[in-house]
C-alpha cells in the first residue's frame, strides 16, 4: 500500500501530550502511528473506531528495546509505503535532588528520553533517506534551556536532544529533512499533576503570559513544524513556555 | 547450486552477480542524482574522488540496499571506513549474505544484524536463493 496522506509517527503518542499531538494529526487527516507497552483508553478507542488501521496504527512496543523499534518503524513503513515525519515525545522524568538520585532512575531516564529517542530517530530516517525528504520534531523541554532545581538528569536528556536536532539538521538538510525542537514550558499534564498550587502559582507569575500552558499549545507548534508553512525552518529550538525562558 | 564448504553455504557466482547489479544500480541512481552524465558504474571506481559521492550519498545509498536486500553489513560486520569503491560495497554485502547463510547452517542466530526484510527484500533473498539451487 502506499498512502496518499501523510504518515507520522508519534512516539509516546497513548497518553497525554502524545495523545494531543495524535489528535492533531487525525483531525488534519493524516495518518498517526505510535506505539507503547500496553493499551490506553484512548488507543482503545481510536483501535474501535478504525479496526483496519487506516489512519490509527498502534502497536505495543518496549520503548527501551532498540529491536522491537526498529521493527515497528518498518512495520509502518511496509504497511503504508511512506514515512514523512516523526515526533520524539516520549519521555520520562525522576524529580528529587541529584545526588539522591538512584542508579536505575537516571538510567531509565537517560534510555527513555535520549537512547531511544536516538535509536528511533536513526530507524525512521533510514526510511525518509529513500525518499525525498521527511520532517522531525523533537519534543525537548524549557528545562533543556533554563537550569531548574531537581531535574539535573532530566534537563540533560533534554538538552542533547537540542544538540541532536541541530547536528541533524546540519547534516540532513541537503537530503530534504528538517529537523526542529519543541521545548515545552510547564504545562497541565501528568508530570505537573502533582505540581502544589504553590508552586504554580510562582510559575504562573514568572511566565509573561500569566498562565499555564496546554497541550494543545504545544502540539500546535509541532503541526506548525510539520507543516509547508516551516518549509525553511531546521535546526531551531521553540519554546512553547508563555515566554518563561526569555 | 547450492555448495557446502567448511560448514558454511556460499552462494553461487551467479547469484553473487544479483547481488553485485542490486548494489552497483543504487549506486548509480545516486550518482546519476549528483552528475547525470555517469551512465554507469564499475566496481574499481573510488566512491568519492571518483564517483563525487559525499557521506549522506553513501548514507542513502546503505538505507536504500537496505530496504531492497533486508540487510545492514555495516551495522556489525563491515566497518564503513573500510568502504573506498563501488566493489567494496558489493563485497561488504556479498560478505554478510556470507555470514548469513553460515549461521543458518549452523542453525545458530546470525552474528549479522539483519533488518527485518520488507517483502520485496524477502522475496529478493528467496530468489536470489532459487538461483542459487538452479531452480
Redesign the interface.
Known sequence: MNASRRVVIVSGGSRGLGQAIVSDLLASQSIAATFSRSSTPFVDEQRAADPHADSFFWKAVDGSDTRQLEDFVRTVFQRYGRLDALVNNMGAVTEGMFTLQRDEDIRHQIAVNLESVIFLTRACLKCMLTQSGGTIVNIASVNALRGHAGVAVYSATKAALVGLTRSLAVELGPAGIRVNCVAPGFFESEMTRFMSDDIKTRIVRRTPLRRLGTAADVAGAVRFLLSPDAAFITGQVIAVDGGFSC | MLTKAAGCFFLCEMVMNDVKQIVLGIVADVVKERSPEIEAVEEGQLLVDELGLRS?DL??II??L??KLGVDPFAKLVPITSIRTAGDLCAAYARCFEAIGASQDAGEPSAVST??P??EALEAQRELRRQARGE
Open positions: 549522506l548514507a542513502r538505507a536504500k537496505e530496504m533488518a527485518t520488507r517483502r
